[in-house]
């Protein structure tokens, strides 16, 4: 089982990275999709979370409006699209999968996890 993301690095206040994250090693299709974060000092805070379907979405309120899930099965690959992206972005994103969809962001419902994708936003 593997989970690989990408796409992380170095914006301006203001800007968008687009992060990727490529499955193998099980079943995509089953499986819940959520991204998470940590900065330096602090807890693991969820992000974001999609449905095995796509259909069902959750976001932290403190990325509404600004972050956008999606995943492609046929690829087995999920993104995360960050616009308008804020210093207090700045942490390291990791992505998971789970067999249940929970619509929160809670990582305890995660089974596997990514090594994680470091995104800097500078003022």
């Known amino acids: 089982v593997q989970l690989v993301e990408s796409g992380g690095g170095l914006v301006q206040a203001g800007g968008s990275l687009r992060l990727s994250c490529v499955a193998s090693?099980?079943?995509?299709?089953?499986?819940?999709i959520g991204w998470f974060r940590q900065a330096p000092g602090q807890e693991r805070q969820g992000v974001s979370c999609?449905?095995?379907?796509?259909?069902?979405?959750y976001y932290a309120d403190f990325v509404k409006g600004r972050f956008t899930i999606s995943r492609d099965n046929t690829k087995s690959t999920a993104s995360l699209l960050m616009n308008n992206l804020k210093p207090e972005d700045t942490a390291v994103y990791y992505c998971?999968?789970?067999?249940?969809?929970?619509?929160?962001?809670?990582?305890?419902?995660?089974?596997?996890w990514g090594q994680g994708t470091q995104v800097t936003v500078s003022s």
């Open positions: 999609i449905s095995r379907s796509g259909g069902d979405t």
């Open positions: 998971a999968a789970g067999a249940y969809y929970t619509g929160s962001s809670n990582p305890d419902t995660y089974e596997f």
């Open positions: 090693g099980f079943t995509f299709e089953d499986y819940a």
